[in-house]
């Protein structure tokens, strides 16, 4: 595995998906949403680098944990290290969250191999941009109705999207 770039984490988080999730903060976000809870994350310069074995191994000592989430910062911005981690995290039987500034579909459009890693370990996917006008807080795990919660496993074998309200 490799070095990633984070802005922080949350060893324990419950708001960041469903079930006890350790989520990380990617450092580095070419989005710049007006209102982002996380404006600390946009700077490519800021954060550190923590190795992702390291990662690991503080994830799995947590047996009460039901997965991972990638926030950010822009997680696909460190698409390939963030794959690698989310491969292991998946052998271990946790599951993996994604937060995402960009739509699914302008993600798929990059034909990039790290993307496209990411999102084959992506078992739900938050995307699109946070819109201040459109932010409600009535919404799981998501801050502006424009962002939409996919089931990507499910996504993935039906050719179609499914939203993750609609396959629960």
């Known amino acids: 595995m490799m070095s990633i770039k984070l802005a922080g984490k949350a060893a324990d988080s419950i708001v960041d998906g469903a079930g006890m999730r350790y989520t990380l903060f990617a450092q580095g976000c070419p989005h710049h949403c007006l209102g982002c809870q996380n404006p600390a994350t946009h700077d490519f310069e800021g954060g550190v680098n923590v190795e992702a074995e390291t990662i690991l191994a503080e994830i799995l000592e947590n047996p009460l944990l039901r997965g991972i989430t990638l926030s950010g910062g822009e997680p696909f911005c460190q698409a390939a290290p963030l794959a690698a981690l989310a491969r292991e995290v998946h052998a271990h039987g946790l599951d993996v969250w994604v937060y995402t500034g960009y739509t699914l579909e302008t993600l798929e459009n990059m034909h990039d191999e790290g993307i496209a890693a990411l999102l084959g370990e992506t078992d ?19 801050g502006s109705r424009n962002q939409r919660l996919i089931d990507m496993k499910k996504t993935r074998e039906k050719h179609a999207l499914v939203l993750w309200e609609e396959a629960r």
């Not at 996917?125 to 998501?142: A, H, I, N, Q």
């Open 124 to 142: 739900v996917l938050v995307d699109g941009d946070y819109r201040e006008g459109e932010r409600d807080l009535t919404l799981p795990f998501r």
